[in-house]
């Protein structure tokens, strides 16, 4: 079992920048390929970027390739979403989400465990 907490959310300004992270309990973390997704009001969650668990392979969504960054820390258990260059598309409420296997998927239902999200909101 693996619980998830976000935080890092906030109001910003376009242009700016958040970092966004994801505390995980249990001691297993390693073991877990992670992702990150995002909901925007009114629609559908959508896949932002994701991590393997010994954080070499990454993959991100293109709409915010070169300005967001995925990391983690498995000595903290944490994983990270560096957001630069935001933008009030970038507006949505962001999860973070565990999957029990060596490299991520950009495919929600494949993912074990999720956070409850939290909110991202850039003001133009």
């Known amino acids: 079992q693996v619980q998830l907490v976000e935080s890092g959310g906030g109001l910003v300004q376009a242009g700016g920048s958040l970092r966004l992270s994801c505390a995980a309990s249990?001691?297993?973390?390693?073991?877990?390929?992670m992702g990150w997704f995002r909901q925007a009001p009114g629609k559908e969650r959508e896949f932002v970027a994701d991590?393997?668990?010994?954080?070499?392979?990454?993959y991100y969504a293109h709409s915010v390739k070169g300005r967001f960054t995925i990391s983690r820390d498995n000595g903290k258990n944490t994983v990270y979403l560096q957001m630069n260059s935001l933008k009030p598309e970038d507006t949505a409420v962001y999860y973070c989400?565990?999957?029990?296997?060596?490299?991520?998927?950009?495919?929600?239902?494949?993912?074990?465990?999720w956070g409850q999200g939290t909110q991202v909101t850039v003001s133009s």
């Open positions: 989400a565990a999957r029990g296997f060596p490299i991520a998927t950009m495919t929600e239902y494949e993912y074990d465990y």
């Open positions: 991590l393997s668990k010994n954080g070499v392979t990454t």
């Open positions: 249990g001691r297993t973390f390693s073991s877990y390929a």
